[in-house]
């Protein structure tokens, strides 16, 4: 059984998949109408118009609303915006397709934000209904067709998703964010000594032991006795800044505040074997009754 957040996870990569399916689908259709448009409208303009049918010709071009077999619209310079729709729909759709994959980051991040890690995917999915809906709006092909309806679910999936997480919805399904996620139990790393350390669990809120907070105070009004070379003691005052250390007189500061420092006993590790005693016994000599 997976955790909840390994279902979002995964839902949530099962849905960018298909969002990049839909945009490469779209991708292709549209340099398929492209050409096909071109072609269309060049046998329409090379169609045979004898002179003698001229009036006959010019009044059957006038009847056609749209290039037959195409997307041109059969007015000046029609051909050229049907050409720019087609590729603006192209530049946006590989836009589109790098967010989706998340490369590079760093430039959507900067030039488009909606697209960037910082936003969700309900801008995203603005933009692909958006192109759905051009494309839907003229008589295309079956393939393109589909293509750009699926693109459209895709779009109104992702503006749902983006209501529902709001921008934590790409963090969610980037596989480093369970990396991140891990990063997260530990605590984070405390430079600078014990000292440091106190400052930073008194800036998050967290109270440090009273022992240990007592131990490492550093007194303001504690006198410090340090002898010179020449035997004369000499009384300096501790500032707030300074601390005692492990010392000498860390202890001294400890003792004056009521606390009982103890020697740990020193002991060997159980894997070690004892030390025999390499002291030999006296050797004894005891004197003989023959002896002279």
Known sequence: MLPPRAYVFIGLNVIRALSIISLILVFSSSIMTLVEDIKAFNSFQNAPNP??????????????????????????????????NRLLIIGQVTIL???????????????????????????????????????????????TLV???????????????GLIFREKAKPRRYITAWKERAKDVLPPPVLGGFEKGMEFSKAIGVEPPRFMSNVF????????????DSGVSRSTTATSKSGLGFGRQGEKAAELKGFLLSRPVESL????????????PAPTFRSSTTAV
């Open 217 to 228: 105070d550093t007194p303001k009004h504690i006198p410090r006795n340090d002898t010179g």
């Open 147 to 161: 293509s750009a309806f699926f693109l459209f679910s895709l779009g109104c999936l992702n503006i749902l998703i």
């Open 97 to 143: 397709f790098l967010s989706e994959i998340g490369w590079p980051s760093a430039f959507f991040d900067r030039f488009f934000p909606v697209l960037g890690d910082d936003f969700g995917v309900g801008a995203l999915g603005v933009i692909q209904c958006l192109i759905g809906a051009a494309i839907l709006s003229h008589r295309v092909s079956n393939f």
């Open 51 to 84: 002179s003698n049918a001229l009036s006959s010709h010019n009044s059957t071009v006038m009847s056609h609303d749209y290039v037959p077999n195409s997307t041109v619209p059969n007015q000046p310079a029609g051909v050229f915006w049907a050409v720019l």
């Open 269 to 280: 590790p159980r894997y070690i074997p004892k030390q025999v005693s390499s002291e030999q």
